[in-house]
């Protein structure tokens, strides 16, 4: 069993920065690919960032390509998120997920684990 904790979330301004972590207890991360998700009130959840179990490998939507940098820690267990020039609309709920299967990493359907998810607001 795999446990996924965010934290991080909060308040912040437009334009302002702001990291999100995801650590993980129960088994290691280290072999598995990891992704971000978010979902805004009203609104499905949608893709946000994935990475490679290695960390060579990243994808971003286009929404925050450019703005959104995902990394990650193995030997912490821990996947970070950092988040710039943020905009009202990245306003949401954001979950961080273990990929367990090898689908798409753009797809909710290919992650097997989710943390409980994170609130931030960006206020304008």
């Known amino acids: 069993q795999v446990q996924l904790v965010e934290s991080g979330g909060g308040l912040v301004q437009a334009g302002g920065s702001l990291r999100l972590s995801c650590a993980a207890s129960g088994r290691t991360l280290s072999s598995y690919g990891m992704g971000w998700f978010r979902q805004a009130p009203g609104k499905e959840r949608e893709f946000v960032a994935a990475i490679s179990w290695s960390g060579s490998s990243t994808y971003y939507a286009d929404s925050v390509k450019g703005r959104f940098t995902i990394s990650r820690d193995n030997a912490k267990n821990t996947v970070y998120m950092q988040m710039n020039s943020l905009k009202p609309k990245d306003t949401a709920v954001y979950y961080c997920?273990?990929?367990?299967?090898?689908?798409?990493?753009?797809?909710?359907?290919?992650?097997?684990?989710w943390g409980q998810g994170t609130q931030f607001t960006v206020s304008s």
């Open positions: 997920a273990r990929k367990g299967t090898i689908g798409s990493s753009r797809s909710s359907s290919s992650y097997d684990y």
